[in-house]
Nanobody, 116 residues
Framework: QVHLVESGGGLVQPGGSLRLSCAAS????????MYWYRQAPGKEREWVAS????????NYLDSVRGRFTISRDNVNNILYLQMNSLKPEDTAVYYC?????????WGQGTLVTVSA
């Protein structure tokens, strides 16, 4: 059974940093691309970043490029999102996701609040 568990969210001041983690189990983690999404209050969920199965290629939402870094540990089956220079508009619930055999699997999310 695919299981994704995010952690690392919290309250941070503007300009601060957080590192989110997503622990994966129940599938061959190293074989699949992984994604981070976020959903701000009152808004639709949006894609934030993606990484290929081996980690060689990453892509980012324009508004986070240069501030956020997606990475993965294929030995310990963990996906990361390093977030620097955080802004109030980054406030959202952050989710990790993967796609396997035409199905999507999501974690429960972790809340990031950027506020002074």
């Amino acid at each position: 059974q695919v299981h994704l568990v995010e952690s690392g969210g919290g309250l941070v001041q503007p300009g601060g940093s957080l590192r989110l983690s997503c622990a994966a189990s129940g599938f061959t983690f190293r074989g699949y691309a992984m994604y981070w999404y976020r959903q701000a209050p009152g808004k639709e969920r949006e894609w934030v970043a993606s990484i290929t199965s081996g980690g060689a290629t990453t892509n980012y939402l324009d508004s986070v490029r240069g501030r956020f870094t997606i990475s993965r540990d294929n030995v310990n089956n963990i996906l990361y999102l390093q977030m620097n220079s955080l802004k109030p508009e980054d406030t959202a619930v952050y989710y990790c996701k993967t796609g396997i055999s035409r199905s999507e699997f999501w974690g429960q999310g972790t809340l990031v609040t950027v506020s002074a």
